[in-house]
């Protein structure tokens, strides 16, 4: 480690506590509904989208019908989505010439970007075409985004509202996000991009003489539009195969710079915004506080052990740091802080390959995703998910005071926790389950690359993203296949949509109880204690899944064994 890794690390941290309250002040007032200087251009647009699709922006809907328009809205995107990627090749803007998708990766792939996950079971210079990458994909990523923020902003009026019976407007949420947060940012990010030298064109291959004085192919494409909003909304998904690792995605250390920052700015903000909804900004600061400590403590593991090296070349006497499947642009502390940032949150963008990390520094992103991507997490998915969390961790605090537990004025009673734990539950089930039966059928033992504990690894972060919503890879899996195209579908399925229903679910019945002022024996929310107790519900919880994937690994070669197969 170095004076220069640790400047990298807190310097970034810095930056990131500074834009807290400033983007939490524009969350909020898109919360509201309120105006902002861009109403005065996007106002009209704004506008001709309601009279057009004949949506009442002002009038609420309950949780039940949020669901629903929710999910028809993301499952009618997914089968355009399906279509777009089948027919690519009969299809315009496609300069290579590429052919439509296989039915299973295009099953695979609509989900992955309809579910904020972005997982790629194919290289993307070499599968998708110019139209598909922009309509079949990018806007997936503007959507799922806006989505997650418009959930987050339903659950904060859960809290918010006293004796209610509507959560507020789906159609209204997702648009003014999309309008007013995530198009005007992405076109700031984009034209940065650009001049930095990040790609945007609609041209297909362009050839060049090599020094060596031979021909060589360059693929081109709207690339810096992609990577903004890839990183802001927490997609991930890669133009190019080798994603945030290839110069035309991430070319300086400016931009890895500023990529980062993209994949906590908005994240960070909605934390601010809680508090600010429910009238105590500080409830939003100890939420941050405890997501801050989890990430600081994944960074040194990881930074630690990157830059420690691999023991057995120690031994040959070759020293120095873990430089393997890391960008030498970058060094081993910005890929170490890369790797820990994309796996706190749901990007799963990489600017360096997991699969060559160290055994504990490879540890840290698998165990940021078990926690279920609540260290800053997801645009909306991080937040609504950490409150998960808060109820858990308060009603233990109620047990232990003994009386009913309360949170920001809502009593948190059977139904909410039971609620949660239904939600929460869901990460370990798939996770566990998947990996299992993966690891002892003869399609799952086909895919790794390494055999042994490395080849379960690369098995378990496979099941571990998609069920997290993540999208990022220890990249020795052969995925696409029919087993793996269809079973991380729908792994990436139950993990973004049975996490929402029982979360809309509570934000529901909060919405429509009393506000119960605190109490000389309330449990206070805001000071150390509670960080102290977020911290560790959420450790504890995580630990369902971290834990018993460890002990998996014997279990599934054993089972091989008896089944005749080396694993």
């Given at each position: 480690?170095?004076?220069?890794?640790?400047?990298?690390?807190?310097?970034?941290?810095?930056?990131?506590?500074?834009?807290?309250?400033?983007?939490?002040?524009?969350?909020?007032?898109?919360?509201?509904?309120?105006?902002?200087?861009?109403?005065?251009?996007?106002?009209?647009?704004?506008?001709?989208?309601?009279?057009?699709?004949?949506?009442?922006?002002?009038?609420?809907?309950?949780?039940?019908?949020?669901?629903?328009?929710?999910?028809?809205?993301?499952?009618?995107?997914?089968?355009?989505?399906?279509?777009?990627?089948?027919?690519?090749?009969?299809?315009?803007?496609?300069?290579?010439?590429?052919?439509?998708?296989?039915?299973?990766l295009?099953?695979?792939?609509?989900?992955?970007?309809?579910?904020?996950?972005n997982?790629?079971?194919?290289?993307?210079?070499?599968?998708?075409s110019?139209?598909?990458?922009?309509?079949?994909?990018?806007?997936?990523?503007?959507?799922?985004?806006?989505?997650?923020?418009?959930?987050a902003?339903?659950?904060?009026?859960?809290?918010?509202?006293?004796?209610?019976?509507?959560?507020?407007?789906?159609?209204?949420?997702?648009?003014?996000?999309?309008?007013?947060?995530?198009?005007?940012?992405?076109?700031?990010?984009?034209?940065?991009?650009?001049?930095?030298?990040?790609?945007?064109?609609?041209?297909?291959?362009?050839?060049?003489?090599?020094?060596?004085?031979a021909?060589?192919?360059?693929?081109?494409g709207?690339?810096?539009?992609?990577?903004?909003?890839?990183?802001?909304?927490?997609?991930?998904?890669?133009?190019?195969?080798?994603?945030?690792?290839?110069?035309?995605?991430?070319?300086?250390?400016?931009?890895?710079?500023?990529?980062?920052?993209?994949?906590?700015?908005?994240?960070?903000?909605?934390?601010?915004?809680?508090?600010?909804?429910?009238?105590?900004?500080?409830?939003?600061?100890?939420?941050?506080?405890?997501?801050?400590?989890?990430?600081?403590?994944?960074?040194?593991?990881t930074?630690?052990?990157e830059?420690a090296?691999?023991?057995?070349?120690?031994?040959?006497?070759?020293?120095?740091?873990?430089?393997?499947?890391?960008?030498?642009?970058?060094?081993?502390?910005a890929?170490?802080?890369?790797?820990?940032?994309?796996?706190?949150?749901?990007?799963?963008?990489?600017?360096?390959?997991?699969?060559?990390?160290?055994a504990?520094?490879?540890?840290?992103?698998?165990?940021?995703?078990?926690?279920?991507?609540?260290?800053?997490?997801?645009?909306?998915?991080?937040?609504?998910?950490?409150?998960?969390?808060?109820?858990?961790?308060?009603?233990?605090?109620?047990?232990?005071v003994?009386?009913?537990?309360?949170?920001?004025?809502?009593?948190?009673?059977?139904?909410?926790?039971?609620?949660?734990?239904?939600?929460?539950?869901?990460?370990?089930?798939?996770?566990?389950?998947?990996?299992?039966?993966?690891?002892?059928?003869?399609?799952?033992?086909?895919?790794?690359l390494?055999?042994?504990?490395?080849?379960?690894?690369?098995?378990?972060?496979?099941?571990?993203?998609?069920?997290?919503?993540?999208?990022?890879?220890?990249?020795?899996?052969?995925?696409?296949?029919?087993?793996?195209?269809?079973?991380?579908?729908?792994?990436?399925?139950?993990?973004?949509?049975?996490?929402?229903?029982p979360?809309?679910?509570?934000?529901?019945?909060?919405?429509?109880?009393?506000?119960?002022?605190?109490?000389?024996?309330?449990?206070?929310?805001?000071g150390?204690?509670?960080?102290?107790?977020?911290?560790?519900i959420?450790?504890?919880?995580?630990?369902?899944t971290?834990?018993?994937?460890?002990?998996?690994?014997?279990?599934?070669?054993?089972?091989?064994?008896?089944?005749?197969?080396?694993?």
């Amino acid at each position: 480690m170095t004076i220069q890794g640790w400047i990298l690390i807190l310097g970034f941290v810095g930056i990131l506590l500074a834009l807290t309250k400033p983007i939490g002040m524009w969350l909020f007032a898109l919360y509201e509904g309120r105006r902002t200087p861009l109403h005065l251009v996007l106002g009209p647009v704004e506008r001709g989208f309601y009279k057009l699709a004949g949506i009442d922006p002002t009038q609420e809907q309950s949780w039940r019908r949020y669901a629903l328009h929710m999910l028809v809205f993301n499952f009618v995107l997914m089968a355009f989505t399906y279509a777009v990627l089948r027919l690519q090749g009969v299809l315009p803007g496609n300069p290579q010439g590429l052919a439509g998708l296989s039915p299973h990766l295009a099953f695979n792939t609509a989900i992955s970007f309809t579910t904020n996950t972005n997982w790629q079971s194919y290289g993307g210079e070499s599968t998708m075409s110019n139209l598909s990458q922009m309509l079949g994909l990018t806007i997936h990523n503007f959507l799922s985004s806006a989505t997650g923020i418009a959930l987050a902003f339903a659950l904060f009026r859960g809290f918010a509202r006293r004796e209610a019976k509507a959560i507020g407007n789906f159609w209204a949420d997702c648009t003014r996000v999309t309008l007013y947060l995530l198009l005007p940012l992405c076109v700031v990010l984009a034209l940065f991009y650009i001049a930095s030298g990040v790609p945007q064109t609609l041209a297909g291959v362009i050839g060049i003489d090599t020094l060596e004085g031979a021909r060589q192919s360059i693929l081109l494409g709207p690339v810096a539009s992609q990577e903004a909003i890839k990183m802001l909304g927490t997609n991930g998904g890669g133009f190019f195969n080798a994603n945030s690792a290839h110069p035309f995605e991430n070319p300086t250390a400016l931009t890895n710079l500023i990529q980062m920052l993209s994949i906590f700015a908005i994240g960070v903000g909605l934390t601010w915004c809680f508090g600010k909804a429910v009238g105590n900004t500080r409830q939003g600061w100890a939420i941050l506080a405890a997501m801050m400590i989890l990430f600081l403590a994944g960074v040194t593991v990881t930074y630690w052990q990157e830059a420690a090296g691999n023991p057995v070349l120690h031994q040959l006497e070759v020293a120095g740091g873990n430089m393997e499947g890391k960008e030498a642009r970058f060094g081993i502390a910005a890929s170490a802080l890369f790797a820990v940032v994309t796996t706190a949150a749901s990007c799963g963008a990489v600017n360096s390959m997991h699969d060559s990390f160290t055994a504990l520094g490879g540890m840290i992103p698998l165990f940021n995703m078990q926690l279920g991507e609540v260290v800053i997490g997801g645009v909306g998915a991080g937040i609504y998910g950490f409150l998960l969390f808060a109820i858990l961790a308060v009603f233990v605090a109620g047990l232990m005071v003994g009386r009913t537990p309360e949170y920001v004025g809502k009593k948190i009673e059977a139904r909410e926790v039971k609620l949660a734990v239904l939600a929460i539950a869901v990460l370990p089930l798939m996770i566990l389950g998947l990996t299992a039966l993966s690891s002892v059928m003869e399609q799952g033992l086909a895919g790794p690359l390494n055999k042994g504990p490395h080849g379960f690894s690369e098995i378990l972060y496979a099941f571990t993203s998609a069920v997290a919503n993540n999208g990022s890879a220890f990249a020795g899996l052969t995925a696409n296949t029919p087993w793996y195209n269809g079973l991380l579908g729908v792994a990436m399925w139950v993990g973004r949509f049975f996490i929402i229903v029982p979360m809309l679910a509570i934000a529901g019945s909060l919405a429509a109880k009393k506000h119960t002022p605190e109490s000389a024996g309330s449990f206070p929310t805001t000071g150390g204690l509670w960080v102290g107790l977020l911290v560790g519900i959420v450790l504890i919880v995580g630990g369902l899944t971290f834990l018993p994937s460890l002990a998996l690994g014997p279990i599934a070669d054993h089972l091989a064994m008896i089944r005749g197969q080396l694993f």
